[in-house]
């Protein structure tokens, strides 16, 4: 079992900056994929980034290539997504998510799921 938990979310303005974290306990994420995922009201939860664990890889979703940054921390067990640049269409529930599966955009890849940490951007 993996216990994930999202922290750094909140209300910020256009071309604002937030930093996510997603701690995990449980199981170490140099075994896994850890992904973000974000999900705005009434639509799809939608793939923002993911890291490999073992090799540090990333992926990035056009949406947000160039402003999101993915990495991870394995001493602390911690992922972040650093978030510059924010427009208010980035406004959702952000999602970290631990997937063994390499296809690492899919959300029925991941087995383990945060609670989720609510950013909102105003203009």
């Known amino acids: 079992q993996v216990h994930l938990v999202e922290s750094g979310g909140g209300s910020v303005q256009a071309g604002d900056s937030l930093r996510l974290s997603c701690a995990a306990s449980g199981r170490t994420f140099s075994s896994l994929r850890v992904g973000w995922f974000r999900q705005a009201p009434g639509k799809e939860r939608d793939f923002v980034a993911a890291?490999?664990?073992?090799?540090?890889?990333?992926d990035t979703a056009n949406s947000v290539q160039g402003r999101f940054t993915i990495s991870g921390d394995n001493a602390k067990n911690t992922v972040y997504l650093q978030m510059n640049s924010l427009k208010p269409e980035d406004t959702a529930v952000y999602y970290c998510a631990a997937a063994r599966s390499p296809y690492w955009r899919l959300t029925r890849s991941y087995e383990y799921w945060g609670q989720g940490t609510q950013v909102t951007v105003s203009s």
């Open positions: 890291i490999s664990g073992s090799d540090g890889r990333t």
